[in-house]
């Protein structure tokens, strides 16, 4: 049996490739490994049956046989020992990569996510403008950081691994907002991520299931 990945019934990002389990969707497709899915709405998401999926209440959750996975970071990892071309064969180059898996999700997605929030849930606040500039220089120290070790590389090491999937997830989040117009080694590096073949078919299938839960 394949395994099955849980994703959003109808997911907030509306089909752009956003939601977590894209980052899920696009490891299985670089490890050419077929799986099914099963969706959630979000009422059911708090229910009892996939909280014993995931504690927490959240997407995605991973089941392979009786390995039940959740937090998207974890799966990718998992996937990423298991299959190949994921992680390189040699063994310091290995933990470099997932050294940049650890950094990605520790390190540069919290102010994205803390600022992403803020954007909203502040809206109506009347100090709203000065705490977002205040999260946008945060977010830009990280970026720049970035950028400068990304100057001349393609990848974040010599070859792409889960380190660069979920870098260019994280980076994805600020689409929009006009925080990487000034990083061009940033959106070279998106672009390259979001060209690979592996990354068109996942964003295809997340697509598409948004848009099958959307149909009148």
Known sequence: MPPILTV??????????LARDM???WALEEAGQRYEVRTVSFEAMKQAPH???NP???IPSF???DLVLFESGAIVLHLARRHAGLL????????RAVMWMFAALNTVEPPIVEREAAGYSERDRPWQAEHLAMLDARVRVRLDELSRHLVGRDWLERDFSAGDLLMVSVLQRLG???LLDHTPALLDYIARGTARPA???????QRAQFERATVP
């Open 199 to 205: 990354y068109r078919r996942a964003f295809d299938a």
């Open 51 to 53: 909280r014993a999926r």
């Open 8 to 17: 959003f019934e109808r997911s907030p990002d509306r089909g752009r490739g």
């Open 23 to 25: 980052r899920v969707r």
């Open 88 to 95: 390189p064969v040699e063994s310091v180059a290995r933990e």
């Open 56 to 58: 927490f209440g959240q």
């Open 176 to 178: 929009g907002t006009g």
């Open 63 to 65: 089941e392979d046989g």
